[in-house]
Antibody, heavy 116, light 115 residues
Framework: QVQLVESGGGVVQPGRSLRLSCVAS????????MHWVRQAPGKGLEWVAG????????YFADSVKGRFTISKDNSKNTLFLQMNSLKVEDTAVYYC?????????WGQGTLVTVSS | QPVLTQPPSSSASPGESARLTCTLP?????????IYWYQQKPGSPPRYLLY?????????GSGVPSRFSGSKDASANTGILLISGLQSEDEGDYYC?????????FGGGTKLTVL
């Protein structure tokens, strides 16, 4: 069955960096674009970034543009989110998500807390 | 602020139907987009339910019961999720989404209470 497993979350001070990973299984990872979506505590869903199936085209929300980068290693079935210059308002559960056209699968999420 | 507008809450009794709406801004025509719907329960990730574009272009997520269905009201520029035969397990947050090029645009979510 399809599985998306995120890791890399934790507590970090403002201005620092963190790298999230998402390991995929149960489907042909290289066929699909992938996305990161976050959810601040008690809030709704916010799309963060997306990447094309081949890792070439990348898209970012204005709130993270210039600070976050997304990448995809199809040989390792892994999606990454490099988060730099973190802000308190980046505190959220970060989900790795596949496109709804590919079954709409989401991981369980990893919590990122940015606090001094 | 979310681009798509959803009522913050809705309620209905078991066995009744719930109609959840998702209104697009005036510069985005609902006719041109698939409307995707997700359900989220506390402590769990969102679950993909379905998409609706037209009666001839729609799709159900894996394992999603047929009592979940979508529609559009073009005159109100709105996507609709209809849940018939409500069950207590349908309680949760429901999010709509559209996918114009590559940002995913979400609504703010509707908390559905099954009384």
């Amino acid at each position: 069955q399809v599985q998306l497993v995120e890791s890399g979350g934790g507590v970090v001070q403002p201005g620092r960096s963190l790298r999230l990973s998402c390991v995929a299984s149960g489907f042909t990872f290289s066929d699909y674009g992938m996305h990161w979506v976050r959810q601040a505590p008690g809030k709704g869903l916010e799309w963060v970034a997306g990447i094309s199936y081949d890792g070439i085209n990348k898209y970012f929300a204005d709130s993270v543009k210039g600070r976050f980068t997304i990448s995809k290693d199809n040989s390792k079935n892994t999606l990454f989110l490099q988060m730099n210059s973190l802000k308190v308002e980046d505190t959220a559960v970060y989900y790795c998500a596949g496109p709804p056209t590919g079954g709409g699968y989401w991981g369980q999420g990893t919590l990122v807390t940015v606090s001094s | 602020q979310p681009v798509l507008t959803q009522p913050p809450s809705s309620s209905a009794s078991p066995g009744e139907s719930a109609r959840l709406t998702c209104t697009l801004p005036s510069d985005i025509n609902v006719r041109n987009y698939n409307i995707y719907w997700y359900q989220q329960k506390p402590g769990s990730p969102p679950r993909y339910l379905l998409y609706y574009n037209s009666d001839s272009d729609k799709g159900q997520g894996s394992g999603v019961p047929s009592r979940f269905s979508g529609s559009k009201d073009a005159s109100a520029n709105t996507g609709i999720l209809l849940i018939s035969g409500l069950q207590s397990e349908d309680e949760g947050d429901y999010y709509c989404m559209i996918w114009p090029n590559n940002p995913w645009l979400f609504g703010g979510g509707t908390k559905l209470t099954v009384l």
